[in-house]
């Protein structure tokens, strides 16, 4: 069996909901270890979050040039290989780029970064250094959703006429209505999250979503975005109208005022043979309709499945598989490509797929402020 790829946390320490999933799914598989990091913006948290998990506080840095200063002096087998950026949005290009420019491969949460620019400059120096770049669109890591791509791609629901995306969260909704609050989340704050929230948060989920399941690329988009107060600059709730590359029309929606909703992220993809359903609160059934048939509910971890589906179920059918399982899978697809194995097409969404995802949150907000126009995305 070959080593178990060397882990660095960027962020994701003792008191980070994030951090948790990230360690759990890293270590899902058994093909990686946590070494060390910088997990926390001060030093004294950091050491504690090595604590918590046993890692030599030797290996706990105190910033990221510390980090890669000190990994060069380690011996080449035993250095840090790759890293998990774990921080808010608009770290995530400097601490990705230094990395990249020393090599490392990298797992970065999304979005990729806070302008289309930056994301480019990323994918430049990874094709230069021939590096892996995995971006976690957990979602892309469910059985289910492996299964509805490969159906798409198979043509079991014909040619696509019609797509519907929504992620819809209510999270803000106590926040914004007072003055006060909102301005102390970061997720309001520009300078920190960058031009969007709403749509950089989770709109880019429903994007990538659409785009992974249905094989196509949105072409078009017109934006109409609410922001609910003057004194709010960025986007809480969006309703975008799309087209994508083969002239199929649809609508992507994302809220984070949707009053009571948790994490309603639905994808449906509509054919002129059938239509398939799939949705993140009820992740273990996927929905395939035809006309003048019965509905047919398909599940994971059967034989009728295809093999990526049943390659990432880790557990016999009638058992729920979850959040931290489909991020483990995209940890797993990553690993695979570090290590030079082979893997399936979409184990992984790849640092492609943040670029496009940043194209598409600045395409989204030129679109609302210039008047509600439809502005093309980049090929």
Not at 18 to 43: P, T, W
Not at 141 to 146: E, K, S
Not at 180 to 204: E, F, H, M, Q
Not at 297 to 302: A, C, I, S, T
């Amino acid at each position: 069996m070959k080593k178990k790829i060397r882990l660095g946390f960027i962020g994701g320490g003792y008191n980070s909901l994030i951090g948790v999933l990230h360690k759990v799914s890293a270590y899902m598989h058994d093909r990686y270890e946590i070494v060390g990091g910088v997990f926390n913006s001060k030093y004294e948290d950091s050491i504690e979050s090595a604590r918590q998990i046993g890692i030599n506080r030797e290996r706990i840095y105190k910033d990221i040039d510390n980090m890669i200063a000190s990994e060069k002096e380690i011996p080449t087998e035993s250095r840090i290989e790759a890293v998990c950026i774990l921080t808010p949005n608009n770290s995530h290009f400097e601490i990705a780029k230094k990395f990249l420019d020393n090599k490392y491969h990298i797992i970065c949460e999304k979005p990729l970064t806070i302008s289309l620019h930056e994301a480019k400059q990323l994918l430049s120096i990874k094709e230069k250094n021939n590096l892996v770049f995995a971006v976690t669109h957990t979602y892309s890591g469910y059985p289910m959703v492996r299964q509805m791509t490969k159906m798409i791609s198979e043509g079991l629901i014909g040619n696509i006429q019609r797509v519907d995306a929504q992620y819809l969260q209510g999270w803000i909704n106590p926040i914004i209505h007072e003055k006060k609050k909102r301005k102390s989340s970061w997720r309001l704050d520009p300078k920190i999250s960058g031009i969007s929230s709403c749509v950089a948060d989770i709109g880019t989920h429903a994007f990538n979503m659409l785009e992974l399941v249905s094989g196509l690329k949105v072409h078009k988009i017109l934006a109409d975005l609410n922001n609910l107060y003057k004194d709010n600059p960025l986007d809480i709730d969006a309703n975008i109208l799309v087209r994508m590359n083969n002239g199929a029309k649809g609508v992507i929606r994302s809220s984070q005022i949707a009053t009571g909703e948790e994490n309603n992220l639905r994808v449906n993809v509509y054919g002129d043979k059938g239509y398939l359903k799939w949705q993140q609160e009820n992740p273990n059934k996927l929905y395939f309709l035809k006309e003048n048939e019965p509905i047919k509910v398909l599940k994971p971890g059967h034989e009728y499945n295809y093999p990526i589906s049943l390659n990432s179920s880790k557990l016999p059918p009638g058992h729920p598989e979850g959040i931290f399982d489909a991020m483990g899978n995209i940890y797993l697809g990553a690993a695979k490509a570090i290590r030079g194995d082979n893997f399936y097409d979409h184990e992984f969404p790849t640092i492609y797929e943040g670029v496009r995802g940043m194209d598409f949150i600045e395409k989204v907000i030129d679109s609302h402020n210039r008047g509600n126009v439809w502005l093309e995305l980049e090929k």
